[in-house]
């Protein structure tokens, strides 16, 4: 099995040329009659292709608050007195004539709501439109030249095909077999009442110049493209009372020659104006309409009509079609009845109304965008893209504006002023119309057959049987049976070869064989005279007989002449009664009608009315709970605030009591320094001093030493300035969830020792090992470190210099910094031998053989619960602030 070699995808075939001459697009302009409650009216007709607005009252268009007269210009302006029959030999007679002539054209209304322009297109009763009148015209034409059912058939892609009459036979009977519909009828007398007598006897056209050599087939499909989707109105689907199926919508493709076709939809084939107009109203009967505030039976979706005429050329004979594809023609004629643009507000639609409004003002939008960029290109000579793809009605019509057809526009106009906006929206669209030109359709070529074989064909066959029926002789296909019996009935010729040039046998005997053909042809002449005057006779009798007879017949037709007035005048009042009852009847479907969509309206409003009744409770249920919630989240805010109040509250209390604390110290040790200074000797041990000095002190003592004592209450008030710094600047620490234990031995110090302290030359020095020494500190100093410690020199109340190692945590911000909280005081202190000391505090305690024991110098980081803290940006020193922190003994 040979694989098929891939190749690329073939290239279109290149498109018809379109002729280089161009047309504007006709624009018509209608005016609808003023209604009867309406009493303002805004437009006048000025001349037969020129109309005025006049702006209603109230409403001023000039800045000078003058109301402002605008005029626009048709190619013609129908006023409220034109009748249906003007409008159409203007408007639609054109575009059938070029149909029937192998030509494309597109016809249609454009409008507001309610401006006429379904009566336009179909009309009513006595008053056909544009739609019932084109389908007349047009087999009034080709009526004599039709072809039989089912000789043309559709290739489903936009094509046509020619059948021989024995398959369009064969597919007649298989169609009538199949079909459980029964077959149309023609008759006037059938014919729905809504549609019956649309067009007068007296008011029919007929195209001239039709090509009586062709044959000639009618097609009809009928399309409705709602909320820019497009559904076959003829298409027939199966109704289903317990579960009825949506209708499918259909898709717009593209045939070789490049021209738009809706795939899928059903084409029927129609012998008859009435036949049509029967198979148009089946599918009007399905068209979305409602009613709005502004039309009782308002168009939700644009109908298109489609009627095409395929035609063939006749054989040489002029008996039979021509069976070759390519010399079939098929121009088709589109009728498209748009819906109305509107607005919400006016019409006071709802829900899926809303809906349907939007899609219709979208589409009619889109069709004056592709309107205003033909324009353009066209004028300015630019070359922009016209988006015919975004919506079905212009990419459906692409090809008429590209030049396949003429293009013809009917716009439809309501004189009443709540209408004025809108018109003078729907006249700036028509004015920009007029400007596009279209190019013109080329002719069809004409095949090498000689004109008027049809006509000659018809007359040889009606002068054959004319003789033959003078002759008694049959009649079409008989003649060459009875030539060939008389041929038989002679004696056969002998054979007439001659072999030699002195042959005296043949020519002899082949004469006399010629002889007696020849009596025997005189004879049956003979018998032939004869029996032709027996016939001869015959006739005389029967035209005696014919002639006593039909001068009865010319008596009995006088009698019926009598009765014929008798029947005419019967049946005038019968038509007058049929007319009147098709009347009534006309009104009692529109009743029916208006009733059906009045119950629907009640249905939908009921709908609604529930639904909004069950979002208003859910919208209540949900407002309590939200009420609830939120009353919870108030409580809990309430609560959280009281909470936060409270603490706030308590931090003050404690901060004003420790600032009074504070001043209390100040106060105590200013009054102990008064005091002390007006005691010449030794000071008196503080107030606060309550417990026994130890009985037996040493007497031997060093010179100078260092000794660690516990700092007292007054000691660990601020003392006077000194030469030294201050301490590092804080801010509020994060408190860290634990602190690294101190066993670890892997903690660095920054020893902060100002420049200006003084060396003691003590034994006895701090060391701390692991230390960063700095005499300002620094940001990079203390984010390498974990322990702040501050050497402080003063001058204590005894004259002597005090040094105070102040410690400290340095942990991290919130704001990305350091801050030092300090925990501990260590006061190193130096004392004379001379110089009685001070006595020891109770909780010091002093062991009874009076030696010292190092729990005295060591106990007093244990027990010191101060921390020192400045705050950022003071000058005055640290303060201090009590934090109540327990602190932990080095291991």
């Not at 210009?73 to 004539?97: N, R, T």
């Not at 004015?431 to 004409?446: F, M």
């Not at 006595?839 to 980081?861: C, F, I, L, M, Q």
């Amino acid at each position: 099995m040979n694989r098929q070699a891939k190749c690329k995808t073939p290239r279109r075939p290149p498109k018809k040329p379109s002729s280089n001459q161009k047309d504007p697009v006709g624009v018509y302009c209608r005016v609808r009659p003023l209604g009867v409650e309406d009493e303002e009216c805004c437009i006048e007709v000025i001349s037969s292709a020129t109309i005025q607005l006049h702006a209603p009252e109230g409403f001023k268009t000039n800045r000078n608050g003058e109301y402002k007269e605008t005029q626009y210009s048709f190619k013609k302006v129908f006023g409220v007195s034109i009748s249906q029959i003007e409008l159409f030999e203007h408007v639609a007679k054109p575009l059938v004539d070029d149909l029937i002539h192998g030509k494309n054209g597109l016809l249609f209304t454009y409008g507001v709501t309610g401006s006429g322009k379904t009566f336009t297109m179909t009309g009513s009763p006595g008053q056909g439109g544009l739609l019932p009148r084109s389908l007349d015209m047009i087999f009034n034409s080709i009526g004599p030249y039709q072809a039989k059912r089912y000789v043309f058939k559709t290739d489903d892609k936009n094509g046509m095909e020619v059948q021989n009459e024995v398959d369009a036979l064969l597919e007649r009977q298989r169609r009538e077999n199949n079909s459980s519909i029964p077959k149309s009828s023609s008759s006037r007398q059938k014919l729905d009442p809504e549609i019956a007598d649309m067009i007068k006897s007296e008011e029919a056209y007929k195209t001239e110049g039709v090509d009586e050599d062709s044959s000639y087939s009618v097609f009809v499909s009928y399309i409705e493209i709602y909320n820019n989707y497009i559904y076959d109105l003829l298409e027939e689907n199966q109704e289903d009372a317990i579960k009825p199926k949506p209708p499918q919508s259909k898709t717009l493709r593209e045939d070789q020659n490049h021209n738009m076709y809706v795939a899928g939809c059903m084409e029927v084939e129609v012998k008859s104006a009435e036949e049509a107009f029967q198979v148009f109203w089946r599918g009007q009967k399905k068209r979305k309409v409602a009613n709005t505030r502004l039309n009782r039976e308002s168009s939700r979706s644009h109908s298109v009509l489609i009627v095409k005429l395929a035609q063939a050329p006749l054989d040489a004979d002029g008996d039979n079609i021509l069976q070759d594809k390519n010399q079939v023609t098929v121009s088709q004629l589109c009728l498209v009845d748009l819906a109305g643009s509107e607005r919400t507000g006016r019409t006071g639609a709802e829900g899926t109304r809303i809906r349907e409004a939007g899609n219709i003002n979208q589409s009619l939008l889109n069709l004056r965008t592709c309107i205003e960029i033909l324009r353009e290109n066209q004028l300015c000579g630019t070359n922009r893209m016209v988006p015919y793809r975004d919506s079905k009605v212009t990419h459906l019509f692409k090809n008429y504006f590209d030049g396949e057809g003429k293009v013809r526009m009917v716009v439809c106009v309501n004189p009443k002023a709540d209408d004025y906006e809108e018109t003078l929206l729907v006249m700036r669209f028509a004015e920009l119309t007029q400007e596009v030109e279209v190019a013109r359709p080329v002719d069809r070529p004409i095949c090498g057959f000689t004109p008027g074989r049809r006509h000659r064909n018809q007359a040889f066959k009606e002068e054959l049987s004319r003789k033959l029926d003078e002759r008694g002789g049959p009649i079409d296909g008989d003649v060459p049976s009875v030539i060939n019996s008389m041929v038989h009935c002679l004696p056969p010729l002998p054979s007439s070869e001659l072999a030699d040039p002195n042959d005296d046998i043949t020519l002899p005997r082949l004469i006399e064989a010629l002889h007696n053909r020849h009596r025997i042809r005189q004879m049956m002449i003979d018998e032939y005279n004869n029996a032709a005057n027996r016939m001869k006779s015959m006739l005389q009798e029967l035209d005696n007989n014919l002639i006593s007879k039909e001068n009865l017949i010319h008596e009995q037709n006088g009698k019926l002449v009598d009765k014929d007035k008798i029947i005419q005048n019967n049946k005038a009042e019968i038509e007058r009664l049929e007319k009147r009852t098709k009347t009534q009847e006309h009104k009692i479907d529109i009743l029916q009608k208006t009733t059906k969509i009045y119950e629907d309206d009640q249905r939908t409003l009921k709908y609604e009315l529930e639904t909004r009744e069950q979002r208003l409770q859910r919208e209540q249920s949900d407002k309590r709970r939200l009420e609830q919630r939120m009353q919870g989240v108030v409580t809990d805010t309430q609560y959280k605030w009281e909470k936060e109040c409270d603490r706030r509250v308590n931090a003050m209390q404690l901060e004003m009591q420790n600032k009074l604390w504070v001043k209390d110290e100040k106060l105590k040790q200013l009054k102990a320094i008064v005091t002390e200074s007006k005691t010449p000797g030794r000071p008196d041990p503080p107030p606060r001093q309550t417990q026994r000095q130890p009985q037996s002190q040493p007497q031997s003592q060093p010179q100078r030493q260092t000794q660690p004592q516990r700092p007292s209450r007054e000691e660990r008030l601020p003392a006077k300035r000194s030469a030294s710094p201050s301490p590092v600047p804080t801010v509020t620490p994060v408190r860290p969830l634990h602190r690294r234990s101190r066993s670890a031995g892997g903690e660095k110090w920054v020893d902060h020792k100002p420049s200006s302290s003084l060396d003691l030359g003590t034994v006895l020095q701090p060391v701390i090992p692991n230390s960063i020494q700095v005499s300002t500190p620094s940001e990079k100093a203390l984010s390498k470190c974990d322990r702040y410690v501050l050497t402080h020199q003063e001058v204590a109340s005894d004259g002597e210099i005090q040094t105070q190692l102040i410690k400290g945590e340095v942990i991290k911000t919130r704001g990305g910094g350091q801050a030092v909280q300090f925990t501990d005081i260590e006061t190193l202190k130096q004392e004379l031998t001379t110089v009685p000391r001070r006595k020891r505090k109770s909780s010091e305690g002093t062991p009874a053989n009076g030696d010292h024991t190092d729990g005295g110098w060591t106990d007093v980081e244990t027990r010191c619960s101060a921390a020192v803290e400045m705050r950022a940006g003071s000058n005055l020193g640290p303060g201090y602030e009590h934090h109540g922190i327990t602190k932990r003994r080095k291991p």
